[in-house]
Nanobody, 128 residues
Framework: QVQLVESGGGLVQAGGSLRLSCAAS????????MGWFRQAPGKERAIVAA????????YYTDSMKGRFTISRDNAKNTVYLQMNSLKPEDTAVYYC?????????????????????WGQGTQVTVSS
């Protein structure tokens, strides 16, 4: 079992920045690829970004490229999502999730299947 706790959400104006954190406990953090997902009202949950076990390989959904940065600190058992140039359409509940995977294939990181452990989510609201 892996327990995940997100933090860092809040209310920000369009163009602003937020940094989300996800603290993991329970198992060896470096055994897991980590992903950030989001779910807006009335929409399905979708992947935002993912990072492999070492931090050396990342995946971003096209609309996030250049604005969001995913990173991890295995010594702190934490994964981060730095979000810049936020837009109102980024408003959603953001979740982190863990997948047992130690490879470097981006499409495996990007696939929702296999993400077994989920945090409770943190709300991000971007005002116009």
């Amino acid at each position: 079992q892996v327990q995940l706790v997100e933090s860092g959400g809040g209310l920000v104006q369009a163009g602003g920045s937020l940094r989300l954190s996800c603290a993991a406990s329970g198992q060896t953090f470096s055994n897991y690829a980590m992903g950030w997902f989001r779910q807006a009202p009335g929409k399905e949950r979708a992947i935002v970004a993912a990072v492999n076990w070492s931090g050396g390989t990342t995946y971003y959904t096209d609309s996030m490229k250049g604005r969001f940065t995913i990173s991890r600190d295995n010594a702190k058992n934490t994964v981060y999502l730095q979000m810049n140039s936020l837009k109102p359409e980024d408003t959603a509940v953001y979740y982190c999730a863990a997948k047992t995977y130690r490879g470097i294939v981006r499409m495996v990181l990007a696939t929702s299947e296999g993400y077994r452990y989920w945090g409770q989510g943190t709300q991000v609201t971007v005002s116009s």
